[in-house]
C-alpha cells in the first residue's frame, strides 16, 4: 500500500489501473477491482492530496477520486469494445465455446431478450458480477449486437462500476486510514455487492420454473 501510495497522483497509476481493467475482460482473474479499490484508498491515505493543508484536503482528494473513476471507467469501456470486436469477427469460434456452457448460454440469451427490449441494465450488472463483464461484451459481440445497443450500456455500467469501487476505497481510507483493515472491508463490500449482481441476473432463470 506504501509503495501504491508513492505512485498516487502521478502517471503510473493510472497506467497499471488501466492496464488491469482493459485485461480483466480477457482475464477476468486479475484482481482489477481490488487494484481500483486500493488506488483509492491509498490516495487517501498517502497520496500527494494528504500532505496539503487542512484548509483544502477534500478538494484535492476529490479531484484525484475523480481522476482515478474517469481512468477505471475508460479502461473498462476500451475493454469492453475490443473484446465485443474480436467476438464480432470471430462469433462462430466464439459462439462454440460460450455453447459448450449452460450457464455462458443462457447468459448470452438473456442479454440479447434485455437488449432487444432496450433494458440492458444487464450489462450494469454484469460489471459487478464476477467474469460478467466478458460473458456481456463477448456474447454482444458474437449475438452482433449493434454498437448503438452495446456500448451506451457498456459506458454507464463501466462508470457505475468505477465510481462504486472508487467510492469504497475513498470512504473507507477516509475514515479508517490508508489501512490493510480499510482496504479488507472496501473490497469485501465490492465482493458483496458482485454476489448480489449474480443473484439479480440468475432470477429470470428460476422464475419459469415456478409456474
Known amino acids: 500500500m506504501e509503495s501504491l501510495g508513492s505512485l498516487s497522483g502521478t502517471p503510473w497509476v493510472y ?52 481522476s482515478l473513476v474517469l481512468c477505471a471507467a475508460s479502461a473498462s469501456v476500451l475493454g469492453d469494445l475490443v473484446a465485443y470486436r474480436l467476438a464480432w469477427r470471430g462469433g462462430d469460434r466464439f459462439d462454440r465455446a460460450i455453447g459448450r456452457s449452460r450457464r455462458l448460454a443462457a447468459a448470452q440469451q438473456r442479454l440479447g431478450v434485455a437488449l432487444t427490449r432496450g433494458g440492458g441494465g444487464i450489462v450494469v450488472l454484469a460489471r459487478f458480477a464476477p467474469a460478467g463483464r466478458s460473458v456481456v461484451s463477448l456474447g454482444a459481440g458474437v ?23 472508487v467510492s469504497l476505497g475513498y470512504f473507507g481510507g477516509h475514515w479508517l486510514g490508508a489501512s490493510w483493515m480499510s482496504t479488507a472491508l472496501s473490497v469485501l463490500a465490492l465482493f458483496i455487492a458482485g454476489s448480489v449482481a449474480v443473484y439479480l441476473m440468475r432470477r429470470p432463470e428460476r422464475q419459469p420454473a415456478a409456474h
Open 15 to 66: 497506467v497499471i489501473i488501466g492496464l488491469s481493467v482493459v485485461l480483466d475482460v480477457f482475464v477476468p482473474i486479475l484482481p482489477s477491482g481490488v487494484l481500483v479499490v486500493t488506488a483509492a484508498t491509498t490516495a487517501a491515505g498517502y497520496g500527494p492530496a494528504a500532505d496539503v493543508a487542512a484548509s483544502v484536503p477534500h478538494g484535492n482528494h476529490l479531484a484525484e477520486m475523480a
Open 143 to 165: 449475438a452482433h449486437r449493434t454498437i448503438r445497443e452495446f456500448l451506451p450500456w457498456s459506458a454507464l455500467a463501466g462508470l457505475a462500476w468505477a465510481a462504486y469501487s
